[in-house]
């Protein structure tokens, strides 16, 4: 036990190091996000700013923001899901199936259909986790193998399931749900504030949160200390799962129907989201307030390159673009604070091996 807490201490102090930074990431996405939505009100008077369009972007904000939810826990862990978007899809056209509109589940009350269509969708989002930190874990394949892996297998059984075609008849009441507002505010936006609440939580209140931090700093470390990796995966990437699973309702119910290929560019973007907002791909590092700045500031920036007319494909070449940037500018930032990882000298094998001969005598 004292190895644990010698090990959490350590890394909660590095945690609290870091405060200033994340603060720093925050101020500076926060003013990025301020300047984007003020030239883009100047580019496009009149249409950035219409009721029309922040509904628009009010509606679709929530489910690729809990998509990089789902791409921030598992990154924070060490690792990376890139199954996000077919569990979704899986999750939405399983829940679709099994509650459709002329189907047995017509008979039950409204709400009773929408709570079952709910509890199918996080069932299957949990299990398409916990299979990924098995994968992960227990067979020792790395993550981003896993769940390239995964990705096609889950993909695959939403085809198998559909027969490839696009399901409709889900319940009435998860369409109105899409398309329902509160004092002018999409319903899917109050959801998504509800799971960001959720993640602020898990990540800065809970043991788990906590342990996947711990875990993501360090694995070895982590396993040395007494902490168990297959659990700390499990949850992380169950917890993945769970996120995704919304998302793949919220796209359904936005949709008003479900498909396995609804929602393909968002994988690119939720990556780039997370990494925009400073959160470690090794691991360990990262603010929830960070990424929801980062969010806001993409959803901004597609809404603006939308309303220019901007083809599909050109948009994702600008994320692929933007990404690279990102990663090669933190890999500057990193060597600039760090110059002696940039000139360690070559081991010489020949006098390596020597001396280990000379050390065993």
């Known amino acids: 036990m004292?190895?644990?807490?010698q090990f959490a201490d350590r890394v909660t102090g590095q945690l609290t190091r870091r405060r200033g930074g994340e603060g720093t990431t925050v101020l500076t996405l926060a003013l990025l996000m301020v300047f984007t939505f003020v030239a883009a009100s100047v580019i496009l008077p009149g249409r950035f700013l219409s009721a029309r369009n922040l509904e628009g972007i009010a509606m679709q904000l929530p489910e690729f923001a809990l998509l990089a939810m789902a791409v921030m826990v598992a990154m924070l862990s060490g690792g990376i899901d890139l199954s996000i978007v077919a569990v979704a899809n899986l999750a939405g056209v399983s829940a679709a199936l099994v509650f459709a509109a002329d189907g047995w589940s017509s008979a039950l009350p409204p709400i009773v259909q929408l709570i079952g269509v709910v509890l199918l969708a996080l069932v299957i989002g949990a299990a398409c986790g916990l299979v990924n930190a098995l994968l992960i874990d227990k067979v020792g394949i790395s993550p981003i193998l896993a769940t390239l892996g995964t990705m096609q297998i889950f993909t695959g059984l939403a085809v198998v399931v559909t027969r490839g075609t696009t399901v409709t008849g889900l319940p009435a009441i998860l369409s109105e749900v899409g398309t329902l507002a509160v004092v002018g505010i999409p319903m899917l936006f109050l959801v998504f504030v509800v799971a960001f609440a959720l993640l602020l939580l898990i990540l800065s209140r809970t043991a788990t949160g906590l342990r996947i931090h711990l875990f993501g700093t360090n694995p070895t470390a982590a396993r040395y200390a007494g902490l168990r990796s297959t659990g700390i995966l499990m949850r992380a990437y169950m917890i993945s799962g769970t996120f995704a699973a919304v998302a793949g309702l919220i796209i359904a119910s936005r949709a008003n129907s479900a498909s396995a290929d609804y929602g393909s560019a968002y994988l690119l973007m939720a990556i780039l989201v997370v990494v925009l907002a400073g959160?470690?791909?090794?691991?360990?590092?990262g603010s929830a307030w960070s990424l929801l700045f980062g969010l806001v500031l993409l959803q901004v920036i597609s809404s603006a390159l939308?309303?220019?007319?901007?083809?599909?494909?050109?948009?994702?070449?600008?994320?692929?673009?933007?990404?690279?940037?990102v990663m090669a500018i933190r890999y500057l930032i990193s060597h600039r604070r760090h110059p002696l990882r940039r000139h360690v000298p070559p081991v010489d094998s020949t006098a390596a091996i020597s001396l280990a001969r000379t050390t065993k005598r």
């Open 2 to 5: 004292n190895a644990i807490t």
């Open 279 to 285: 959160v470690n791909p090794d691991g360990g590092f």
């Open 306 to 325: 939308s309303l220019l007319g901007m083809p599909i494909f050109l948009t994702n070449f600008a994320w692929g673009a933007m990404l690279l940037a």
